[in-house]
């Protein structure tokens, strides 16, 4: 005879797994905003580019601004790869540039 399976602890680890996925997105997300030098910018004018980007019905800016992110992260991967030196302090930021590629 089969064992039954519990629904419920697999149900539980899934929300866990779920959970966890979401915090590693946010966390991306917030390196994303600091590795592209937006976190200077006000939350509100962050929060209004973000949102003209979303409703835009323009593809060739879309296309633009693809190009443009795809090339920030081909830059990311090249200084990570050359391994340039920085000081101590800057030592993390490499990796959350590396990371968020």
Same mark, same amino acid.
């Given at each position: 005879m089969r064992k039954p399976r519990d629904i419920d602890s697999e149900l539980k680890a899934l929300e866990a797994k779920a959970k966890t996925l979401k915090e590693r997105r946010v966390r991306q997300l917030g390196e994303l905003v600091i590795a592209t030098g937006a976190d200077a910018l006000e939350a509100e004018m962050l929060a209004g580019a973000?949102? #003209?980007a979303v409703t835009t019905k323009d593809a060739n800016a879309k296309e #633009?601004? *693809?190009k443009a992110g795809a090339g920030f992260f081909q830059r990311g991967a090249r200084k990570a790869a050359t391994g340039t030196n *920085?000081? +101590?302090a800057n030592d993390a930021a490499p990796d959350s540039h +590396?990371?968020?590629a």
């Open positions: 973000l949102l #003209g #633009g601004w *693809r *920085r000081g +101590a +590396a990371a968020s």
